[in-house]
T-cell receptor, first 111, second 113 residues
C-alpha cells in the first residue's frame, strides 16, 4: 500500500539546532501533510502542502515538496525541548480520500 | 468545542470477547476515520467513511466492522477480539476527505489477553 516513509527513524539534537526530517512516498498525491504526536496523545496537524506547491512555511516550520522525487522534508528551526515528539507525514493517492501515514520520526530535543 | 471524542479510553478484553469503540465529532465534518497504532509503527487505516451512510476498507480491515450511525458518530466493532488487536486506536475526522486537515481523538488503549 502507499505509505510515506520517514527518515531518519530517530533524531536527537540540542536546543537551538535545526531538525530536518524527510518523507518519501510511492505514487502521485493530492497533498502531503505533516503531523506531530506527543507521547500518549493523539496526532496534531502541523502543515498541509498541495501537490502544486513546492515550499510552505508556518512559524518555525518549513516544508518542501518535490513531486518529481516523490519526497518531502520538514525543517524545524531553532528547536526547543517542547518540540520533542514523533513526526509523521501522511499522503493520499490522487482520487482517493484515504490518508495513509508513514512510520514517523522520533525527535528528541535536549535542553 | 470538544472536537473528536473517543470512548472508552482504556479497555482490557479477553480473547473472543466483543466490544465497540465509540467516536463522535462536533465539527460537522463529512469524513471520519479509524486508525490503529502499534509500538514503533505509524498509524494504519482500518476503515474510512467519506460521508454519512458510506464506509470503505483501509489497510487493515480484517477483524473489524464499522458503522457510520449519523454524521457525528462512527463506531468500530471488534466481533471476536484477538491478541493481535492489542493496540491504540484513533478516531479522526475531516471536513471532506484528505484534502483538509484531519483532527484526531486522544486514542483508546485496547489490550486483548
Amino acid at each position: 500500500s502507499q505509505q510515506g516513509e520517514e527518515d531518519p527513524q530517530a533524531l536527537s539534537i540540542q536546543e537551538g539546532e535545526n531538525a530536518t526530517m524527510n518523507c518519501s512516498y510511492k505514487t502521485s498525491i493530492n497533498n502531503l501533510q505533516w503531523y506531530r504526536q506527543n507521547s500518549g496523545r493523539g496526532l496534531v496537524h502541523l502543515i498541509l502542502i498541495r501537490s502544486n506547491e513546492r515550499e510552505k512555511h508556518s512559524g518555525r516550520l518549513r516544508v518542501t515538496l518535490d513531486t518529481s522525487k516523490k519526497s518531502s522534508s520538514l525543517l524545524i528551526t531553532a528547536s526547543r525541548a517542547a518540540d520533542t515528539a514523533s513526526y509523521f507525514c501522511a499522503t493520499a493517492r490522487v482520487n482517493t480520500d484515504k490518508l495513509i501515514f508513514g512510520t514517523g520520526t522520533r525527535l528528541q530535543v535536549f535542553p | 468545542n470538544a472536537g473528536v471524542t473517543q470512548t472508552p479510553k482504556f479497555q482490557v478484553l479477553k480473547t473472543g470477547q466483543s466490544m465497540t469503540l465509540q467516536c463522535a465529532q462536533d465539527m460537522n465534518h463529512n469524513s471520519m476515520y479509524w486508525y490503529r497504532q502499534d509500538p514503533g509503527m505509524g498509524l494504519r487505516l482500518i476503515y474510512y467513511s467519506a460521508s454519512e451512510g458510506t464506509t470503505d476498507k483501509g489497510e487493515v480491515p480484517n477483524g473489524y466492522n464499522v458503522s457510520r450511525l449519523n454524521k457525528r458518530e462512527f463506531s468500530l466493532r471488534l466481533e471476536s477480539a484477538a491478541p493481535s488487536q492489542t493496540s491504540v486506536y484513533f478516531c479522526a475526522s475531516s471536513e471532506t476527505g484528505s484534502k483538509n486537515t484531519i483532527y484526531f481523538g486522544e486514542g483508546s488503549w485496547l489490550t486483548v489477553v
